[in-house]
């Protein structure tokens, strides 16, 4: 039912800066959770950061202090701006929503998801 299209991945140096947006359908910000999840080949899949309908956010331990989650509700666009980039964060980076009652962190699962943005950091 939900949407999610992201966008601006691509591949920087260490120590760069990249800045993902994610477009959703309806109105998936005034009620759902949101986040954004990661995956590199033959590793388990990540949460990364996640932000409610309250503005509240929470981040994984290795993005904290780097990454920032943000949205755009007028415009249905999620944002998740990522600085000090390593090589450690190259993976495909998915846009997630989710409707269910319960805590908004990176640890919930979530229902819907998108096609995925690459991101590559070299040393």
């Known amino acids: 039912q939900v949407q999610l299209v992201e966008s601006g991945g691509g591949s920087v140096q260490a120590g760069g800066s990249l800045r993902l947006s994610c477009s959703a359908s309806?109105?998936?910000?005034?009620?759902?959770?949101m986040g954004w999840f990661r995956q590199a080949p033959g590793k388990s899949r990540e949460g990364v950061a996640t932000?409610?309908?309250?503005?509240?956010?929470s981040y994984a331990d290795s993005v904290k202090g780097r990454f920032t989650i943000s949205q755009d509700k007028a415009a249905n666009t999620l944002f998740l701006e990522m600085n000090s980039l390593q090589p450690e964060d190259t993976a495909m980076y998915y846009c997630?929503?989710?409707?269910?009652?319960?805590?908004?962190?990176?640890?919930?699962?979530?229902?819907?998801w998108g096609q995925g943005t690459q991101v590559t950091v070299s040393s």
């Open positions: 997630t929503a989710d409707p269910r009652p319960g805590v908004c962190g990176p640890r919930r699962s979530f229902i819907y």
């Open positions: 309806r109105y998936t910000y005034s009620n759902y959770c």
């Open positions: 932000i409610h309908r309250d503005g509240s956010t």
